[in-house]
Protein backbone atom coordinates (compact mmCIF):
# COMPACT_ATOMS: atom_id res chain seq x y z
CA UNK A 1 0.00 0.00 0.00
CA UNK A 2 1.30 3.68 -0.91
CA UNK A 3 2.29 5.36 2.08
CA UNK A 4 2.39 9.39 3.07
CA UNK A 5 4.33 11.48 4.49
CA UNK A 6 2.91 12.46 7.84
CA UNK A 7 2.43 16.14 6.43
CA UNK A 8 0.28 15.16 3.88
CA UNK A 9 -2.64 13.76 5.93
CA UNK A 10 -5.75 15.21 6.68
CA UNK A 11 -5.90 18.60 9.15
CA UNK A 12 -8.92 18.18 12.13
CA UNK A 13 -10.53 21.24 12.22
CA UNK A 14 -13.08 21.28 14.75
CA UNK A 15 -15.68 18.45 14.33
CA UNK A 16 -14.79 18.16 10.30
CA UNK A 17 -11.86 16.90 8.79
CA UNK A 18 -10.06 19.24 6.17
CA UNK A 19 -7.98 18.13 3.41
CA UNK A 20 -4.57 19.32 3.33
CA UNK A 21 -4.95 21.18 0.07
CA UNK A 22 -0.77 20.09 -0.76
CA UNK A 23 -0.57 17.10 -3.29
CA UNK A 24 0.37 14.03 -1.52
CA UNK A 25 3.88 12.66 -1.17
CA UNK A 26 4.06 9.34 -2.23
CA UNK A 27 6.82 8.31 0.25
CA UNK A 28 6.73 4.75 -0.68
CA UNK A 29 7.11 2.18 -3.66
CA UNK A 30 3.51 0.27 -4.95
CA UNK A 31 5.59 -2.70 -5.07
CA UNK A 32 9.05 -4.61 -4.76
CA UNK A 33 10.04 -7.08 -7.15
CA UNK A 34 12.89 -9.79 -7.60
CA UNK A 35 14.20 -10.52 -10.48
CA UNK A 36 16.03 -13.86 -12.28
CA UNK A 37 18.48 -13.44 -14.67
CA UNK A 38 16.32 -12.60 -18.40
CA UNK A 39 13.40 -11.01 -16.64
CA UNK A 40 12.32 -8.40 -18.57
CA UNK A 41 11.31 -5.06 -16.41
CA UNK A 42 9.09 -4.08 -19.63
CA UNK A 43 9.67 -3.94 -23.30
CA UNK A 44 9.38 -2.25 -26.25
CA UNK A 45 6.00 -0.75 -27.28
CA UNK A 46 4.70 -1.33 -23.23
CA UNK A 47 2.61 1.90 -22.08
CA UNK A 48 4.44 3.40 -19.18
CA UNK A 49 2.71 3.53 -16.41
CA UNK A 50 5.00 3.63 -13.60
CA UNK A 51 8.59 4.15 -13.00
CA UNK A 52 11.84 1.85 -11.76
CA UNK A 53 14.31 1.94 -9.06
CA UNK A 54 17.43 -0.37 -9.00
CA UNK A 55 17.50 -2.06 -5.38
CA UNK A 56 20.17 -4.05 -6.60
CA UNK A 57 21.53 -6.07 -9.01
CA UNK A 58 21.92 -4.94 -12.96
CA UNK A 59 19.42 -4.06 -15.57
CA UNK A 60 20.22 -4.13 -19.38
CA UNK A 61 18.86 -1.06 -21.23
CA UNK A 62 18.77 -1.79 -24.77
CA UNK A 63 16.70 -0.83 -28.44
CA UNK A 64 16.28 -2.69 -31.66
CA UNK A 65 18.55 -1.67 -34.06
CA UNK A 66 17.48 -1.04 -38.10
CA UNK A 67 18.22 -4.58 -38.78
CA UNK A 68 16.32 -5.96 -36.03
CA UNK A 69 19.24 -7.25 -33.80
CA UNK A 70 18.98 -6.17 -30.05
CA UNK A 71 21.47 -3.38 -29.06
CA UNK A 72 23.10 -2.37 -25.93
CA UNK A 73 22.71 1.19 -24.75
CA UNK A 74 23.48 0.59 -21.16
CA UNK A 75 23.80 -1.17 -17.86
CA UNK A 76 22.43 0.20 -15.23
CA UNK A 77 22.63 -0.88 -11.21
CA UNK A 78 21.61 0.27 -7.79
CA UNK A 79 20.48 3.13 -7.06
CA UNK A 80 19.38 3.98 -10.85
CA UNK A 81 15.77 5.40 -11.80
CA UNK A 82 15.05 4.30 -15.15
CA UNK A 83 11.25 3.96 -17.36
CA UNK A 84 11.46 8.26 -17.12
CA UNK A 85 11.20 9.91 -20.76
CA UNK A 86 7.74 11.58 -21.25
CA UNK A 87 6.79 9.09 -24.40
CA UNK A 88 3.45 7.61 -23.88
CA UNK A 89 5.10 3.94 -24.48
CA UNK A 90 8.10 2.67 -24.00
CA UNK A 91 11.17 2.84 -26.80
CA UNK A 92 13.54 0.22 -24.74
CA UNK A 93 13.90 -3.51 -23.69
CA UNK A 94 14.83 -3.24 -20.01
CA UNK A 95 15.77 -6.62 -18.95
CA UNK A 96 17.76 -8.08 -15.90
CA UNK A 97 21.21 -9.52 -16.88
CA UNK A 98 21.41 -10.75 -12.95
CA UNK A 99 19.37 -11.48 -9.78
CA UNK A 100 17.78 -8.08 -9.06
CA UNK A 101 15.38 -6.52 -7.00
CA UNK A 102 13.56 -3.23 -8.49
CA UNK A 103 10.76 -1.08 -6.71
CA UNK A 104 8.21 0.01 -8.70
CA UNK A 105 6.77 4.24 -8.07
CA UNK A 106 3.75 5.64 -9.48
CA UNK A 107 4.36 8.51 -11.79
CA UNK A 108 3.52 10.66 -9.00
CA UNK A 109 6.17 9.96 -6.83
CA UNK A 110 9.15 11.55 -9.24
CA UNK A 111 9.82 14.30 -6.90
CA UNK A 112 10.18 12.44 -3.93
CA UNK A 113 12.62 10.23 -5.74
CA UNK A 114 14.28 13.51 -6.98
CA UNK A 115 14.51 14.72 -3.30
CA UNK A 116 16.28 11.32 -2.10
CA UNK A 117 19.09 11.67 -4.99
CA UNK A 118 19.15 14.77 -6.97
CA UNK A 119 21.05 12.73 -9.96
CA UNK A 120 17.59 11.64 -10.55
CA UNK A 121 16.37 15.00 -12.36
CA UNK A 122 19.64 14.81 -14.59
CA UNK A 123 18.47 11.01 -15.04
CA UNK A 124 15.05 12.47 -16.48
CA UNK A 125 16.86 14.68 -19.48
CA UNK A 126 19.11 11.84 -20.71
CA UNK A 127 16.32 9.60 -20.75
CA UNK A 128 14.55 12.53 -22.50
CA UNK A 129 17.01 13.40 -25.19
CA UNK A 130 17.82 9.35 -26.05
CA UNK A 131 13.76 9.22 -26.99
CA UNK A 132 14.58 12.26 -29.23
CA UNK A 133 17.37 10.66 -31.15
CA UNK A 134 15.73 7.34 -30.83
CA UNK A 135 12.96 8.75 -33.09
CA UNK A 136 14.83 10.54 -35.78
CA UNK A 137 15.19 7.96 -38.00
CA UNK A 138 11.80 6.82 -37.02
CA UNK A 139 10.21 10.23 -38.46
CA UNK A 140 12.70 10.69 -41.31
CA UNK A 141 11.22 7.12 -42.47
CA UNK A 142 7.86 7.04 -41.91
CA UNK A 143 6.95 10.36 -42.94
CA UNK A 144 4.91 11.37 -46.40
CA UNK A 145 7.17 11.89 -49.07
CA UNK A 146 5.61 15.06 -50.14
CA UNK A 147 7.64 17.91 -48.74
CA UNK A 148 4.48 19.86 -47.51
CA UNK A 149 3.47 16.51 -45.66
CA UNK A 150 6.82 16.49 -44.56
CA UNK A 151 7.04 19.63 -42.74
CA UNK A 152 3.34 19.10 -41.30
CA UNK A 153 4.76 16.16 -39.36
CA UNK A 154 7.83 18.03 -38.46
CA UNK A 155 5.27 21.07 -37.21
CA UNK A 156 3.36 18.51 -35.74
CA UNK A 157 5.70 16.88 -33.43
CA UNK A 158 7.21 20.92 -32.55
CA UNK A 159 3.99 21.11 -30.82
CA UNK A 160 4.47 17.98 -28.85
CA UNK A 161 7.17 18.71 -27.74
CA UNK A 162 5.92 22.62 -26.63
CA UNK A 163 3.52 20.90 -24.84
CA UNK A 164 5.40 18.40 -22.99
CA UNK A 165 7.69 21.20 -21.89
CA UNK A 166 4.52 23.46 -20.74
CA UNK A 167 4.86 25.71 -23.77
CA UNK A 168 2.33 27.07 -25.81
CA UNK A 169 1.75 23.79 -28.42
CA UNK A 170 0.46 26.19 -30.97
CA UNK A 171 3.87 28.38 -31.29
CA UNK A 172 6.99 27.35 -33.02
CA UNK A 173 9.86 30.27 -31.91
CA UNK A 174 12.32 31.31 -34.12
CA UNK A 175 15.27 29.48 -31.89
CA UNK A 176 14.20 26.49 -34.97
CA UNK A 177 16.24 28.04 -37.69
CA UNK A 178 15.19 26.81 -41.48
CA UNK A 179 18.62 25.18 -42.16
CA UNK A 180 18.64 22.85 -39.06
CA UNK A 181 14.81 21.45 -40.32
CA UNK A 182 15.71 21.32 -44.21
CA UNK A 183 18.99 19.30 -43.05
CA UNK A 184 16.93 16.85 -40.84
CA UNK A 185 14.05 16.13 -43.51
CA UNK A 186 16.83 16.20 -46.25
CA UNK A 187 15.50 18.99 -48.68
CA UNK A 188 17.45 21.96 -49.52
CA UNK A 189 16.34 25.19 -48.29
CA UNK A 190 14.06 25.99 -51.59
CA UNK A 191 12.00 23.02 -51.38
CA UNK A 192 11.10 24.04 -47.57
CA UNK A 193 10.26 27.19 -48.94
CA UNK A 194 7.75 26.04 -50.99
CA UNK A 195 6.41 23.53 -48.18
CA UNK A 196 5.98 26.55 -46.02
CA UNK A 197 4.19 28.45 -48.68
CA UNK A 198 1.90 25.52 -49.47
CA UNK A 199 0.87 25.27 -45.67
CA UNK A 200 0.65 29.09 -45.47
CA UNK A 201 -1.86 29.39 -49.01
CA UNK A 202 -3.65 26.28 -46.78
CA UNK A 203 -4.32 28.57 -44.13
CA UNK A 204 -2.76 25.86 -42.12
CA UNK A 205 0.00 28.17 -40.27
CA UNK A 206 0.49 32.21 -40.36
CA UNK A 207 3.78 33.96 -39.23
CA UNK A 208 3.88 35.88 -35.81
CA UNK A 209 5.94 38.75 -35.20
CA UNK A 210 8.44 38.96 -33.73
CA UNK A 211 7.76 34.79 -31.90
CA UNK A 212 7.97 32.62 -35.13
CA UNK A 213 4.98 30.48 -37.01
CA UNK A 214 1.80 29.95 -35.59
CA UNK A 215 0.06 26.69 -35.84
CA UNK A 216 -3.63 27.40 -36.96
CA UNK A 217 -4.80 24.29 -37.84
CA UNK A 218 -2.94 21.44 -35.66
CA UNK A 219 -6.07 19.04 -36.57
CA UNK A 220 -5.45 19.43 -40.37
CA UNK A 221 -1.56 19.47 -40.11
CA UNK A 222 -1.76 15.96 -38.49
CA UNK A 223 -4.17 14.82 -41.27
CA UNK A 224 -1.91 15.99 -43.73
CA UNK A 225 1.37 14.49 -42.21
CA UNK A 226 -0.18 11.56 -41.44
CA UNK A 227 -1.01 9.64 -37.52
CA UNK A 228 2.32 8.01 -37.48
CA UNK A 229 4.47 11.77 -36.56
CA UNK A 230 2.05 12.79 -33.95
CA UNK A 231 4.82 10.90 -31.28
CA UNK A 232 7.72 11.08 -33.63
CA UNK A 233 10.53 13.90 -31.45
CA UNK A 234 13.40 14.78 -33.71
CA UNK A 235 16.30 15.56 -31.51
CA UNK A 236 16.98 19.25 -33.40
CA UNK A 237 13.82 20.23 -31.52
CA UNK A 238 15.05 19.69 -28.46
CA UNK A 239 16.98 22.51 -27.26
CA UNK A 240 20.89 21.64 -26.65
CA UNK A 241 19.92 18.37 -28.22
CA UNK A 242 22.66 16.21 -30.46
CA UNK A 243 21.62 17.13 -33.87
CA UNK A 244 23.40 15.42 -35.52
CA UNK A 245 23.24 12.27 -33.63
Known sequence: MVELCEDCVPTHVGEQV?????PAAICAPLRVATLLPGTAVFRIGDPKGIIFRVESGRIRISEMSGSGT?????????????GLGFLDEH????IAISKSVVSCWPKDAIGF????????????????????IHR???LVDSAPKTPPGQLAGFLC???RLNEAQGRDAEL???TVDCGSVASFLRMDLATLRHALVELFDRGLIAYEAPSGLR???LEALQSLAGNEVRHRLPPVLAKGGDANA
Not at 18 to 22: I, L, S, T, V, Y
Not at 113 to 132: A, M, W
Open 215 to 217: LID
Open 70 to 82: SELVEEIGSGTVF
Open 157 to 159: VAS
Open 91 to 94: VYDA
Open 172 to 174: IDD
Open 18 to 22: EADPR
Open 113 to 132: LESLDPDVRQRRSIDTEREF
Open 136 to 138: RRT
